[in-house]
Structure formats: structure tokens, C-alpha cells
């Protein structure tokens, strides 16, 4: 039997815990991501010959095989500087199945895609909530925001698709979002105040990435634009699976989400 359930060819009871971390990387690098985690509970070896660089082979191997060539050789992933990183921020990329019918994603694997469908407004959330810990996510539109264009979190229970053009992140109890349009925060079907606090706050332009980062220790969720912190936009946020996502009107804009991981401070 495969050592952790998910090595195949590396049987505890051949003693593959002992071979060189060259050997055992070289072998990894064969491996898909459920079987890494399984490897990664083996031994303190094992564990370390995984995550101690995460530029290894084990990483850009993984990466070349999960993530299309768009991601890897245009700057959508500038900001996630390791072949790990690149394959974590997939997997918390959009969900394909967790989004409106009037929406896909793009086979660069991170950007939304909005049908040009009238009176309609469309969202989507991304494969993996946050019940615990700290996260930080960056967001760009890679077209004109319409109307109404919302970046925010929401819970499982809230809608991605609603008829007419409305903020749909912040239209109920279930959702929190920064209208980017005219600066508004919004929840539970209210508008929350304007953000950023400060005079004349300049607008929201195309391509400019804006970080989302949630604490859900502090129960906060905060921005910032170009590593300048506008922040703490929500405060008080429920003890609940909450998942980044945006919401939009505009026909055939786009949108693109990539995760970054635990935000640094300072």
C-alpha cells in the first residue's frame, strides 16, 4: 500500500521515507495535489522536501500540468511570485459551477467573462470559503464597469444572478460588496457609507488592481489600491464560510480574481 494513502511506488514498508530528497523530489514531481498532501503527512522528510521551496520542481511541475499557458506567461499571476503559490491561487480561483448562466470562466482559468445578456446582473463566487484565518485576494476589471460593479465576499446562500442592474453583492443579509462604481459600500440591502473615508476618493480605473483582504479572526474585511490601505470597509462579519466574489452588469466585461494568501502586514 502506497505510504499516506496517495505515493503510488512509495511503500512505507520499502523504506521510501529514506531516499535522498533529490530522489523523493524527483518522484513528487509526478504527483497531483492530493496526493502531495497525503506525501506531506508521511515524515518530517517528506514534508520538508515539499514545502521547504516553493519554486521546486515538485511546484513548477504541478503548476505546467494544473494551470493553463495563458496564466503562467502573461502577468494575470505577476503578483504570486512562486510556481506553489500559482497553484494555490487555482485552486481558490472562480468557481465554474458557482456562478450566474449568463457567466464563464475563461480557460486562463481566473477571469470572468460577462455574456452581454440585457437586464440582468451576474456574479460568481470562487471554489474555496473562508470560515477561519487571514486572506488577501487581488481583483481587476479588464473591461468598462457598467453601472454597478461589486467586489466583496458573500456566504453560500447568496445569489449570483438577479434580474435587473442592481449591486447584487450587499443586496441582502448574506453578502458584503464595494460598489467601484460610485463608492458605496453595501449589505443587507443598504448603503453602508462611502469608501474610502476621505474627500474627493479618486475612481475606480480599468486594469487597477484592488487587494481584498479578509480577517476572520478580527471579523474585518478592508481594501487596498496599489499598496496604499484605504482601510477596514466591514466590520463585525459573521462566523460563517465566506467566499470572495463580485458581481457585474456590463455586457462582455471582464473580471479577474487571483488569490494571494495570507496578507503581510505592514
Not at 481558490?92 to 464563464?104: E, G, K, L, P
Not at 487571514?134 to 449570483?160: C, F
Not at 484605504?230 to 470572495?244: D, N, S
Request: aromatic share 10%; hydrophobic share 40%; proline share 4%.
Amino acid at each position: 500500500m502506497a505510504a499516506g494513502g496517495g505515493a503510488p511506488g512509495l511503500a512505507a514498508g520499502a523504506g521510501g521515507w529514506r531516499l535522498p530528497g533529490r530522489v523523493l523530489e524527483f518522484v513528487f514531481s509526478y504527483l497531483e495535489l492530493r496526493e502531495l498532501r497525503s506525501c506531506a503527512l508521511v515524515c518530517k522528510l517528506w514534508y520538508r522536501v515539499l514545502h521547504s521551496d516553493e519554486n521546486s520542481e515538485v511546484w513548477r511541475s504541478l503548476a505546467a500540468r494544473s494551470l493553463a499557458e495563458e496564466a503562467l506567461r502573461t502577468d494575470i499571476l505577476c503578483n504570486v511570485p512562486t510556481y506553489k503559490g500559482k497553484v494555490r491561487a487555482f485552486q481558490h480561483a472562480f468557481s465554474t459551477n458557482d456562478c450566474s448562466r449568463n457567466v464563464y470562466i475563461k480557460k486562463n482559468g481566473f477571469t470572468l467573462h460577462r455574456n452581454p445578456i440585457a437586464q440582468s446582473t451576474d456574479g460568481a463566487r470562487t471554489k474555496i470559503g473562508f470560515s477561519e484565518g487571514r486572506h488577501a485576494w487581488e481583483v481587476w476589471w479588464e473591461g468598462p464597469l457598467g453601472t454597478v460593479a461589486v467586489i466583496g465576499i458573500a456566504t453560500k446562500r447568496a445569489p449570483m444572478q438577479c434580474q435587473g442592474y442592481v449591486a447584487l453583492l450587499g443586496s441582502d443579509d448574506q453578502s458584503w460588496g464595494w460598489n467601484l462604481v460610485d463608492n458605496n459600500l453595501l449589505h443587507n440591502g443598504e448603503v453602508n457609507g462611502s469608501f474610502p473615508q476621505c474627500n474627493n476618493a479618486p475612481k475606480y480605473q480599468i486594469g487597477e488592481r484592488i487587494r481584498v483582504i479578509l480577517d476572520m479572526e478580527d471579523k474585518t474585511l478592508a481594501f487596498e489600491r496599489g499598496y496604499e490601505f484605504l482601510g477596514v470597509a466591514f466590520r463585525g462579519l459573521p462566523k460563517t464560510c465566506l467566499y470572495p466574489a463580485v458581481s457585474a452588469v456590463y455586457g462582455n466585461t471582464e473580471v479577474t480574481l487571483v488569490y494571494l494568501g495570507k496578507p503581510l502586514d505592514g
